[in-house]
């Protein structure tokens, strides 16, 4: 059996983050991944992500959206090529939205650089946004749109720069505590292998890795989308339009400024269609399609263009629309993070170091853990 300090299992945003934080700390780390490289069939794929720093959910997240902000900077340098692009953002809606008081309340409380606008100020600036006339916006300057696939594939390169071992259609079928201390896993082709620490980072499918835990997460099918404006490309990209996420009516839409290689992304935050990971529908349908045009024929007409692509990606959401990321209570060198609920891509940098922070030295000092913690829906027993 082959052994090694650290064995991290699922290789999306957050297990590559994990990956490359052990292997430049020195550590011999496996990294196993159900799917192939780059496949993304949990929540990490597409090509882009939006990073906002105000953080309307839960403002209390400011402080590390803006290290995690440095640390996509740092992964620039690292591997030399551009993942972060600046663009500002823009949250919008009624004045008495969450959106619209949760964005206020951030910017408010880290003093972060910002502008109120009403929906005439919103249209003057960037035509391409239609809104209701109740509709405010905060405008603030840090937060833009990241290449989620130079980010995730820049931590791999990192952790096997450091000599990480990356196996990729490594599904994990069971992990268990060794009889001379440590964990063994084991993976469906039958390869058995040994490490002191373990970090489980399987997104939507982390319930099936630690069911004795019984976490409330709910999966949850969205469908990103991308589309050629029907105006000139160029009043639209990222050095025009900041990225955004507007309250209409009970629905929130979201969106990242147009690239010429990709498009214009835009899409619902929430679909609403829950199942299990492996169950649900991956095909994108006329109706997927007509919802979100639906909206852009009333509100952004000049994002109605032809559809360039579409896919199906998986929300983990938690009760409380936040993360979990913990040691196992019966088991302390292993560490687990579910970090979705539909915003967790941008704090990756930041979560890969909590992870070996928690698996090599048992805390993580400098973030609220608490607001983490598996055991605060009340569920956790341990093995
Ligand atoms: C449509 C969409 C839009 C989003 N937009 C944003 C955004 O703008 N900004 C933002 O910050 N966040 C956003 N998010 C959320 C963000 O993408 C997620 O928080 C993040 O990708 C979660 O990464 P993860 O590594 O936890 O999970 P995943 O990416 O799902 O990775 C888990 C991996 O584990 C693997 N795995 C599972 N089981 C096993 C096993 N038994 N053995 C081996 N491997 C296994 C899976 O194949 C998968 O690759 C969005 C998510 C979606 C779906």
Known sequence: ??????????????????????????????????????????????????????????????????????????????????????????YAGPADSAIVTGATAGVASFGLEHELLGAAEIHRRWPIFEPADDVVGVLERQAGALRADRANAGHLAVAERAGARLRFGA???????????????????GAVAGAEHLVLTAGPWITELVPDLRFPIAIEREVPMWFRPTVDPAVVGADRIPIWVLRDGDTMYYGIPHDPELGLKLSIHHWGTFGDPDGIDRAVDEA??????????RRMPAANGPLVHAEVCLYANTPDETFIIDRHPAAAGVAFASACSGHGFKFAPVIGEILADLVLDGVSPSWPMERFAAGRFGATTGR
């Open 1 to 90: 059996m082959e052994t090694f300090d650290a064995i991290v299992v699922g290789l999306g945003a957050h297990g590559s983050a994990a990956a490359a934080a052990l292997a430049r700390r020195g550590q011999r780390v496996l990294g196993l991944e159900r799917f192939a490289r780059g496949e993304g069939r949990g929540s990490s794929g597409g090509w882009t992500r939006m990073i906002r720093i105000a953080h309307f959910e839960h403002p209390w997240l400011v402080p590390m959206a803006q290290a995690a902000w440095d640390g996509w900077r740092a992964l620039e340098v690292e591997t030399d090529q551009p993942i972060l692009t600046e663009t500002g953002g823009l």
């Open 171 to 189: 599904q994990l079928v069971d992990w268990r505590t060794a009889r001379g201390g440590g964990f063994e896993v084991e993976t469906a082709d």
């Open 288 to 297: 997927d399609v007509a919802r979100v045009r639906a909206w852009t024929s």
